[in-house]
């Protein structure tokens, strides 16, 4: 039980294990920013307060789709320790 506590007391992130440890992931993120970056400077100050509510909802939405995705990863490999433990 010990990866429990250490999961418990906040000693293992799961985002230390995020998928931005790569290079092509970290490129990608660097392709976005410049973008971003390009696109905001050919907005008026309208634009950009939507743009910026509209980045807003999509990292809320993104925030909630990784919970989301964590958790249902989570309960499938309990499932299938269960059933490795279980033969």
């Keep these: 039980m010990r990866i429990l506590e250490e999961f418990w007391y906040g000693n293992i992130e799961p985002m230390e294990y995020s998928s931005f440890s790569n290079e092509e992931s970290k490129e990608l993120l660097r ?4 973008n971003e970056e390009k696109l905001q400077a050919t907005f008026s100050d ?3 307060e939507l743009f910026s509510r509209y980045t807003g909802c ?3 939405f993104q925030t ?3 919970c989301l995705l964590f958790q249902n990863s989570f309960r499938l490999g ?3 320790m269960l059933e490795v433990m279980g033969e």
């Design 78 to 80: 309990v499932r299938m």
């Design 31 to 34: 392709l976005i920013t410049k």
């Design 46 to 48: 309208e634009q950009k």
């Design 58 to 60: 999509v990292q809320e």
């Design 64 to 66: 909630i789709s990784e």
